[in-house]
């Protein structure tokens, strides 16, 4: 055992996991010594307790005696009372949380943290409940304990207090993920009707990463859609279920056009769900008010940038002198209403962007250079997407985009230490790398051996050759060209939209006439094949045909 006593446990959870390969998840559920036995009824129960205890033996591990249940309907497992219909909190526990002295110090708070978030399955929006107290465990943060701190501290505690009783999962139900995001965090919560209304299995609640605050709400909506099926697919995978989100858009998620790397990383993982998603007025995560008022902006920013003295003189001084921003703040001084997009403060001007204002940055180059430095040098060279998407978003001037774009590109230290690691080519130059998802594609068919209880016993095998996302779409034997051109643009195109490329080996149905004519006449799609009697060419395809063949 490596490092002595360091990995005691998880030298010996390895042992277990290795002991009771075949019965995990079937019918045990082990956690280093504690070892959990469900069955269906008291006859199969045997059966499974006697094939446990014959593993023991031969693995030479002993059982105490007095510390073991046999046969019980009700245990306490891992701080959990169990029983096969719920799962809730271990009173004891719950006790010792509600006693739980005001932390006056970070490792105090940590050790409160500990413990409650343990049972944060249990509490709606824990992590938005909690964001006074996490934020005092942040580094640079003093500890400084006040009124939030303590009605945070006193409602995880209530919200434990008041009983909170959970569900067990029942396969044969239908699952409902509700969902909701604000600027400080994303909250869900799994649910299933039993007869007698939803009735939640899990809470969920994640707090909101720094670079995603400022993004839109349409941003956090979907960052919140992919975290709660994340957290959930080992309920959802492979089964239809409902959403609800107050954010009507995302019922057009996979129709928008033009999306960032992002959100396109996001779709991917999101599609491989079968859902439908439902809008649902007033979710029970509401969405807080974020923005303080205009006259502490600039102390904001001065929270958030690192500011050079006199900026502040600077702005007021030069946006009177721009040709562009001045007309309107002289519209705006005679009569306010005549400019509804805009509004001053303090003799700077301000674009209102939804619920979200930005500053008008004045077109005086030291200035704007020097908001470029703060978003992109100051702030750890990221590339222009985070420079862009994040750090300027407090800001509007004309042309931003494409002097960011500039600015990230020509900086002399991304230059130095942002190197290329691609090896040189040799004499066989493979297919070039796609600029992105669902650029290219490479596509092959390949047969099951068998046949499903639909008749279909061939798979098209869909493969991005940027991400590895794999698409499969079921088909019968020798379906023909029309078919696959049905499905194709049904179970694809319709959902991901047209690639630019289609790598593919010359088979009869990707040489025909229709084939061509769909592809490159209506989609523009430009057709790269490979030469005959080399399926290397296409090999990513034919890998993964491999690993499909040896699917159940």
């Given at each position: 055992?490596?490092?002595?006593?360091?990995?005691?446990?998880?030298?010996?959870?390895?042992?277990?996991?290795k002991v009771?390969?075949?019965?995990?998840?079937?019918?045990?559920?082990?956690?280093?010594?504690?070892?959990?036995?469900?069955?269906?009824?008291?006859?199969e129960?045997?059966?499974?307790?006697?094939?446990?205890?014959q593993?023991?033996?031969?693995?030479q591990?002993?059982?105490?005696?007095?510390?073991?249940?046999?046969?019980?309907?009700?245990?306490?497992?891992?701080?959990?009372?169990l029983?096969?219909?719920?799962?809730?909190p271990?009173?004891?526990?719950?006790?010792?949380?509600?006693?739980?002295?005001?932390?006056?110090?970070?490792?105090?708070?940590?050790?409160?943290?500990?413990?409650?978030?343990?049972?944060?399955?249990?509490?709606?929006?824990?992590?938005?409940?909690?964001?006074?107290?996490?934020?005092?465990?942040?580094?640079?943060?003093?500890?400084?304990?006040?009124?939030?701190?303590?009605?945070?501290?006193?409602?995880?505690?209530?919200?434990l207090?008041?009983?909170?009783?959970?569900?067990?999962?029942?396969?044969?139900?239908?699952?409902?993920?509700?969902?909701?995001?604000?600027?400080?965090?994303?909250?869900?919560?799994?649910?299933?009707?039993?007869?007698?209304?939803?009735?939640?299995?899990?809470?969920?609640?994640?707090?909101?990463?720094?670079?995603k605050?400022?993004?839109?709400?349409?941003?956090?909506e979907?960052?919140?859609?992919?975290?709660?099926?994340?957290?959930?697919k080992?309920?959802?995978?492979g089964?239809?279920?409902?959403?609800?989100?107050?954010?009507?858009?995302?019922?057009?998620?996979?129709?928008?056009?033009?999306?960032?790397?992002?959100?396109?990383?996001?779709?991917?993982?999101?599609?491989?769900?079968?859902?439908?998603?439902r809008?649902k007025?007033?979710?029970?995560?509401?969405?807080?008010?974020?923005?303080?008022?205009?006259p502490?902006y600039?102390t904001?920013?001065?929270?958030?940038?690192?500011?050079?003295?006199?900026?502040?003189?600077e702005?007021?001084?030069?946006t009177?002198?721009?040709?562009?921003?001045?007309?309107?703040?002289?519209?705006?001084?005679?009569?306010?209403?005549?400019?509804?997009?805009?509004?001053?403060?303090?003799?700077?001007?301000?674009?209102?962007?939804?619920?979200?204002?930005?500053?008008?940055?004045?077109?005086?180059?030291?200035i704007?250079?020097?908001?470029?430095?703060?978003?992109?040098?100051?702030?750890?060279?990221?590339?222009?997407?985070?420079?862009?998407?994040?750090r300027?978003?407090?800001?509007?001037?004309?042309?931003?985009?494409?002097?960011?774009?500039?600015?990230?590109?020509?900086?002399?230290?991304?230059?130095?230490?942002?190197?290329?690691?691609?090896k040189?080519?040799?004499?066989?130059h493979?297919?070039?790398?796609?600029?992105?998802?669902?650029?290219?594609?490479?596509?092959?068919?390949?047969?099951?051996?068998?046949?499903?209880?639909?008749g279909?016993?061939?798979?098209?095998?869909?493969?991005d050759?940027?991400?590895?996302f794999?698409?499969?779409?079921?088909?019968?034997?020798?379906?023909?060209?029309?078919?696959?051109?049905?499905?194709?643009?049904?179970?694809?195109?319709?959902?991901?939209?047209?690639?630019?490329?289609?790598?593919?080996?010359?088979?009869?149905?990707?040489?025909?006439?229709?084939w061509?004519?769909f592809?490159?006449?209506?989609?523009?799609?430009?057709?790269?094949?490979?030469?005959?009697?080399?399926?290397?060419?296409?090999?990513?395809?034919?890998?993964?045909?491999?690993?499909?063949?040896?699917?159940?």
């Amino acid at each position: 055992m490596p490092f002595a006593l360091t990995n005691a446990p998880t030298t010996f959870q390895s042992l277990m996991d290795k002991v009771f390969h075949s019965q995990i998840n079937r019918f045990v559920v082990v956690y280093l010594d504690d070892i959990l036995i469900f069955s269906k009824s008291m006859k199969e129960y045997m059966r499974h307790l006697e094939e446990v205890l014959q593993i023991l033996k031969v693995a030479q591990l002993h059982l105490n005696l007095e510390k073991s249940e046999f046969g019980r309907e009700n245990v306490i497992y891992l701080g959990h009372p169990l029983s096969a219909a719920s799962l809730e909190p271990e009173a004891i526990k719950v006790e010792v949380i509600c006693k739980w002295p005001q932390p006056t110090n970070v490792h105090e708070l940590h050790s409160f943290f500990g413990l409650v978030s343990y049972y944060r399955k249990f509490v709606p929006n824990f992590s938005i409940i909690a964001q006074p107290l996490s934020r005092l465990t942040s580094k640079n943060v003093s500890y400084t304990w006040d009124g939030k701190c303590t009605t945070a501290f006193q409602a995880l505690k209530e919200a434990l207090a008041s009983q909170p009783v959970l569900r067990i999962a029942d396969p044969k139900l239908a699952f409902v993920v509700t969902k909701d995001a604000n600027l400080y965090g994303t909250g869900a919560v799994l649910q299933q009707d039993d007869g007698d209304g939803l009735r939640p299995l899990e809470f969920y609640s994640k707090r909101m990463p720094s670079h995603k605050v400022a993004a839109s709400t349409y941003m956090r909506e979907r960052y919140a859609l992919r975290e709660a099926l994340d957290h959930c697919k080992h309920y959802l995978l492979g089964r239809h279920f409902e959403v609800f989100s107050d954010h009507e858009t995302l019922k057009w998620i996979q129709a928008q056009n033009n999306r960032s790397t992002t959100l396109t990383r996001w779709l991917h993982e999101i599609v491989v769900y079968d859902f439908e998603l439902r809008h649902k007025k007033g979710c029970y995560n509401r969405v807080a008010d974020a923005l303080s008022r205009h006259p502490e902006y600039m102390t904001c920013l001065v929270g958030s940038y690192d500011l050079r003295k006199n900026l502040k003189e600077e702005l007021i001084e030069h946006t009177a002198k721009d040709p562009e921003l001045n007309p309107i703040l002289e519209q705006i001084r005679a009569d306010p209403s005549s400019q509804p997009d805009f509004h001053e403060c303090k003799g700077l001007l301000f674009r209102r962007y939804g619920k979200h204002d930005r500053l008008c940055v004045p077109n005086h180059e030291p200035i704007l250079t020097h908001f470029l430095d703060l978003a992109h040098g100051r702030s750890g060279h990221f590339g222009f997407e985070k420079t862009y998407g994040n750090r300027l978003q407090k800001f509007v001037w004309p042309g931003m985009k494409g002097m960011a774009r500039k600015f990230v590109t020509e900086c002399e230290v991304c230059q130095c230490i942002k190197l290329s690691w691609q090896k040189p080519y040799g004499l066989l130059h493979p297919l070039p790398i796609p600029d992105g998802p669902g650029e290219s594609l490479s596509i092959d068919f390949t047969d099951m051996g068998k046949k499903s209880r639909n008749g279909n016993s061939q798979v098209m095998v869909i493969v991005d050759r940027f991400s590895n996302f794999l698409n499969l779409i079921p088909l019968p034997p020798h379906a023909p060209t029309d078919l696959v051109i049905k499905e194709f643009k049904k179970k694809y195109i319709l959902q991901c939209g047209p690639p630019k490329t289609l790598v593919s080996d010359r088979d009869t149905r990707f040489i025909s006439a229709d084939w061509k004519d769909f592809t490159s006449q209506i989609y523009g799609i430009k057709l790269k094949m490979t030469s005959g009697r080399h399926p290397e060419a296409n090999g990513l395809a034919e890998e993964i045909n491999q690993t499909v063949i040896q699917l159940p």
